[in-house]
T-cell receptor
């Protein structure tokens, strides 16, 4: 059974810092991995999607990497801003129906 | 274009009542997913639709939960005889096709069972 773990559960950093969020999964047979952002009381916003054949994806200040063999992904946020404060969720698709299996999330606070 | 929409945004119901939650996917998206987000369990998959059929219902927690999709578009999640443990945020997502394609989420319906 696929399990997804995110470390740390919470993170507080001063504005301007670069930071890394970690995601690990137990079964390396995944189709893709998706990073989401969730603001309090809101739905999920897709940030980056990495296909299983890819090693990384970049969007603006965000860079996500994928190492299937070790069952790990990282989300790198450069030059963090208070507006980046949110919960970040990692999810994998390991079956052909596309159902996402989520980690518990990392709650990020960026202090001005 | 319009994103995924869900209604109602909030629903408070008494234990034992039935509730219906609605999802309007992005136009043209053939795949639709329901998930549930609760404090104790995190985000969990409930059911997957491809067109009007549901090839994966493995996440539905009990036979009190059912869902349908009509016209390859709108979906309704029905919870019968609600229990307090059903209190959660119910999220809907759609994608262009099933499988590996990116999923886009709606804002969710917050269900509170009193």
């Amino acid at each position: 059974k696929q399990e997804v773990t995110q470390i740390p559960a919470a993170l507080s950093v001063p504005e301007g810092e670069n930071l890394v969020l970690n995601c690990s999964f137990t079964d390396s047979a995944i189709y893709n991995l998706q990073w989401f952002r969730q603001d309090p009381g809101k739905g999920l916003t897709s940030l980056l999607l990495i296909q299983s054949s890819q090693r990384e994806q970049t969007s603006g200040r965000l860079n996500a990497s994928l190492d299937k063999s070790s069952g790990r992904s990282t989300l790198y946020i450069a030059a963090s801003q208070p507006g980046d404060s949110a919960t970040y969720l990692c999810a994998v698709i390991s079956g052909n129906t596309g159902k996402l299996i989520f980690g518990q999330g990392t709650t990020l606070q960026v202090k001005p | 274009g319009a994103g995924v929409s869900q209604s109602p945004s909030n629903k408070v119901t008494e234990k034992g009542k039935d509730v219906e939650l609605r999802c309007d996917p992005i136009s043209g998206h053939t795949a639709l997913y329901w998930y549930r987000q609760s404090l104790g369990q995190g985000l969990e998959f409930l059911i997957y639709f491809q067109g009007n059929s549901a090839p994966d219902k493995s996440g539905l927690p009990s036979d009190r939960f059912s869902a349908e999709r009509t016209g390859g578009s709108v979906s309704t999640l029905t919870i019968q005889r609600t229990q307090q443990e059903d209190s959660a945020v119910y999220l809907c997502a759609s994608s262009t096709q099933g499988g590996v394609y990116e999923q886009y989420f709606g804002p969710g319906t917050r269900l509170t069972v009193t």
